[in-house]
């Protein structure tokens, strides 16, 4: 568990943040630019000291008041936005430099990196040679050979071009697969977030309006993720079964199972889920002679104005009401003539589902270092 909170006065700028998260997986510092997510994460690194701030990593005082344990006794891996390597060394030297600086035990060696990040190929080539891609995950390796108890990630595809970013978020999917140690993760993009995070910090200016896990905090009410031009659920199920005759593999996810195009796997791998808001309608009764291949049951829990005479509903997947969130933006004309009300059940037809992440392929399976890894 990581216990943060920063306060103090940086210029003209107020930080007072607080928040727990989970000792593993990864737990994603969004909002605004501006908002205080990098101060976050350099005071987590001691590279910023606020006097009356306290974090604890793990069960390990960092930092309570004048205690402050430095930047250097603090087992961190920090990846920037830029991957700063150091241009006169090759990519094996850039790695080794890391576990060069390591007193106690190697838990993670410079194969297991490698074969994580896809970069054996690239250990002979001089820095300069890499693409926008190749040299963040190189930083990344650095960062792991330094074998730290938490991994501090600071929009590490900001500067990278769209192309770039699909190159990378795949290994980055891979590190989260096969990792124990928790990482904090700073974003301003939603469909990083999305994609990567387990938990989710939401900041604004300087403070924490709410954290938790990342598919209650989408689907929050109270919270303005929920309002924005294209919500979406996030669901994580595991696959169950395929249709090698048409293409199809089948999901379990909370409350059902979700039928969704391609080959996804072999059964029982983990796979998350995208459903927009926009791709599901609502009806009383299952739907007869239609192409919507999904048809779950479905409560209502509640509703919400969305502008444009929309509304936003909230819903639970399985009669029961206590399945996986999903979101449906449906008309207000809708609505009323279907007379909907919070608590009733009824059948979610999801027009399109989609992967979260793209589908495994042999060049990025889950690698065989993650059993040790975890």
């Not at 990864?26 to 005071?43: D, E, H, N, Q, W």
């Not at 060696?109 to 690239?122: F, K, R, T």
């Not at 005479?309 to 639970?316: A, E, N």
Request: aromatic residues 4%; charged residues 20%; positive net charge.
């Amino acid at each position: 568990m990581i216990e943060a909170e920063f306060r103090g006065q940086l210029g003209g700028f107020a930080l007072a943040a607080e928040f727990t998260a989970p000792g593993e997986g990864i737990t994603a510092l969004f909002g605004p630019s501006g908002c205080g997510k990098t101060t976050v994460l350099r005071a987590i690194a001691g590279l910023l000291r606020l006097p009356g701030s306290r974090l604890s990593v793990n069960g390990e005082t960092w930092q309570d008041g004048r205690q402050f344990r430095p930047t250097h006794r603090r087992a961190i891996g920090y990846v920037f936005q830029e991957a700063s390597l150091f241009p006169h060394l090759s990519v094996r030297a850039n790695l080794t430099f890391g576990l060069s600086r390591v007193k106690g035990p190697v838990r993670i060696g410079e194969d297991e990196v490698a074969e994580l990040l896809g970069i054996a190929p690239l250990f002979d080539r001089p820095t300069r040679m890499l693409s926008g891609g190749e040299r963040q995950r190189v930083a990344i390796g650095r960062a792991l050979l330094s074998q730290p108890e938490l991994l501090l990630m600071d929009e590490p595809l900001s500067a990278l071009d769209r192309f770039s970013k699909d190159e990378i978020l795949p290994y980055l999917e891979r590190l989260h697969a096969a990792l124990s140690i928790p990482v904090l993760y700073v974003s301003h993009d939603i469909a990083e977030v999305e994609r990567l995070a387990d938990t989710l910090v939401l900041m604004e200016a300087g403070r924490v309006r709410a954290a938790g896990p990342l598919a209650e905090m989408l689907a929050d009410p109270a919270l303005p993720l929920i309002h924005m031009p294209q919500p979406a659920a996030v669901i994580d199920g595991e696959v169950v079964g395929r249709d090698t005759k048409y293409g199809l593999s089948e999901v379990r996810v909370p409350g059902g199972v979700v039928v969704v195009p391609g080959d996804l796997g072999p059964a029982g791998l983990r796979r998350r889920l995208r459903i927009p808001a926009s791709d599901v309608s609502l009806g009383r009764h299952a739907p007869l002679d239609t192409t919507i291949l999904n048809a779950l049951p479905a409560r209502i829990e509640g509703a919400e104005p969305a502008g444009g005479h929309q509304m936003t509903v909230r819903l639970r997947l399985g009669p029961d009401g206590r399945g996986a969130a999903l979101l449906a933006r449906v008309s207000l004309k809708s609505w009323d003539r279907l007379a909907l009300k919070p608590g009733e059940l009824v059948v979610a037809r999801l027009k399109a589902v989609a992967l979260a992440e793209p589908a495994p392929s042999a060049a990025l399976a889950p690698p065989a270092a993650a059993a040790r890894l975890r």
